[in-house]
């Protein structure tokens, strides 16, 4: 950028500075006349009868009808002795009218200071105007909350990406289609925890503070705990607790929640995230396949209305049934490198080094083989696929395949091509478990450490016996972006995490 653009940027923002500040010292001046007239401008308790949509939906219903209305003024127009404003509530807005003759002189007074962003409340009858616009005609006005700051211009709105999340309370209010995504989620999850609960899988709470991050390769939060003196993770997944459930007894459980990692921020991901967990008893992968299945066509179908979806530039059919392929068959088809040949890391290294993915000498051959699969087949896993049989030594908690022991009964779900889901027949042998975690510990020895480390307590909750189980995990906000066409993860939480600005 040359120095005259940023230059005139800089000048451009002091500018729109100096303007805002204007504008918030003309509206500190009606807060204190509104004051010195003995108005509230921060009332109380109203009551409303109606919302907007209701009267926009039923007009014949409410024609000639008293309702009381209240909302935030979004757009005001008129002069004179009669104006028009617009009011938005949660469920749209509605066009109001007011005349001195009908309100007073006080009230319409206060209606013609009223600034964008101030919230009211009006009492009137319904009606339409020449143009045909369902109106409520105001007969009494009441000042709910006097607004200091000026929202966004109208016609541009909130465009800014990074002050939108930094501002969510403001991009709520300008631009619906915020809204309605995260109305969207809210149904998501409503929808999920039907589809469970009639199945009979009971929703649970396990703790979000660990003494042992365990149930996920990923680096931990860490804080501490003053009175026990001790460090604690912030969980990073649900899966141990959840399972020790299994061992009490319980035979389908399921949590939906935050999970924490302390790992880079992109379109994909966020350090704080929601997932869903669940646990059957008796069940296998095959079954966690099904039922992934299944609930993600219930759910956008209910939802959405569709098992077709838009994302970009792509539509996704979620239609049944979905693809099923071998990791290995996966592998081969778009490296080229058959994998089921090879039996050393050395002969895996060796065997890639014309490919372009990064690996290093003395790596496992089922690291090998992941890299390459995460680098040459996920982008191209568009339309919904399994991928299944993950190497053993990248899955320590699945169960072994048991005609191939460097194998695993484990499967992730992509869709556009990101991973959607998790899912394993669950290790349930102790012994076996205890190895599997020590050597993650001569892993996290040799520097990794989003290696799993050792969970002794898991270990003696699996001698009393883990009945053998089906365990799956879902990404809410992954599987949310994918049914509100969100390019960015950040765009379906609410309040991301944002590096504070600098003053």
């Known amino acids: 950028m040359s120095s005259d653009k940023s230059n005139q940027d800089v000048n451009v923002s002091r500018s729109q500075s100096e303007d805002i500040n204007e504008l918030i010292r003309v509206r500190l001046a009606k807060l204190a006349e509104f004051k010195e007239q003995g108005l509230n401008p921060y009332g109380g308790k109203y009551e409303r009868t109606h919302t907007a949509r209701e009267i926009l939906d039923n007009f014949e219903g409410f024609e000639s009808r008293q309702v009381s209305l209240a909302g935030r003024v979004m757009a005001k127009r008129g002069h004179g002795k009669a104006g028009f404003a617009n009011i938005q509530d949660s469920t749209g807005q509605i066009q109001i009218y007011a005349r001195l003759n009908d ?51 109208k016609w541009h709105g909130l ?40 199945r009979g899988f009971l929703e649970v709470e396990t703790p979000m503070m660990h003494s042992i991050a ?12 003053n009175t026990l ?23 389908r459980v399921y949590e939906i929640n935050r999970n924490f990692r302390n790992e880079g921020i992109s379109t994909k991901h966020n ?19 099904d039922l992934a299945e299944d609930l993600i066509c219930t759910v956008a179908e209910q939802v959405l209305d569709t098992n077709v979806v838009r994302y970009g530039d792509v539509d996704i059919s979620l239609a049944k049934p979905w693809a ?43 690291a090998i083989l992941n890299k390459v699969f995460e680098e040459m087949v996920e982008p191209n896993l568009m339309q919904p696929t ?12 699945a169960k072994k395949k048991e005609d ?17 889901a998790n899912a394993f027949s669950e290790l349930n042998d102790p012994l076996d478990q205890k190895e599997r975690f020590l050597s993650q510990l001569e892993k996290r020895r040799a520097g990794d450490d989003e290696a799993h480390m050792m969970d002794e307590d898991y270990v003696n909750a699996l001698e009393y016996g883990m009945p053998p189980a089906g365990g799956l995990g879902i990404g809410i906000d992954r599987l949310v972006m994918l049914l509100t066409n969100a390019a960015s993860i950040r765009d379906v939480i609410l309040f991301p995490l944002m590096k504070p600005r600098e003053s």
């Open 229 to 251: 003196d001790m460090d604690l993770f912030l969980r990073i997944a649900p899966e141990l607790y959840l399972k020790r459930l299994l061992v009490g007894g319980f035979e």
């Open 324 to 366: 099923r392929v071998p990791m290995l068959e996966a592998v081969k088809k778009y490296s080229g490198v058959d994998f089921e040949s090879l039996s050393t890391g050395d002969e895996a290294y060796a065997a890639v080094q014309q490919l372009p993915v990064e690996v290093e000498r003395g790596e496992s051959w089922g």
């Open 404 to 420: 191939r022991p460097d194998l695993t009964y484990r499967f992730e779900l992509f869709i556009y091509g990101r991973e959607m």
């Open 103 to 153: 309100i007073g002189e006080q009230a319409y007074d206060l209606f013609t200071k009223l600034d964008i962003g101030d919230i009211v409340g009006v009492t009137g009858k319904i009606f339409k105007t020449r143009m045909g616009e369902i109106t409520l005609a105001v007969e009494t006005l009441r000042l709910l909350s006097k607004s200091l700051r000026p929202l966004p211009e």
């Open 159 to 198: 465009k800014d990406v990074e002050l939108r999340y930094r501002q969510r309370y403001v991009d709520l209010i300008v631009n619906p289609d915020v809204k309605e995504a995260f109305i969207k989620r809210s149904r998501i999850i409503q929808a999920i925890r039907g589809y469970l609960d009639q």
């Open 214 to 225: 365990g149930g996920a390769a990923a680096r931990p939060f860490i804080t501490h705990h």
């Open 271 to 289: 350090p704080e995230f929601t997932m869903l967990e669940l646990y059957q008893a008796y069940a296998d992968y095959h079954d966690m396949m």
């Open 386 to 397: 399994f991928i299944y049989d993950y190497p053993l030594d990248i899955s320590p908690l």
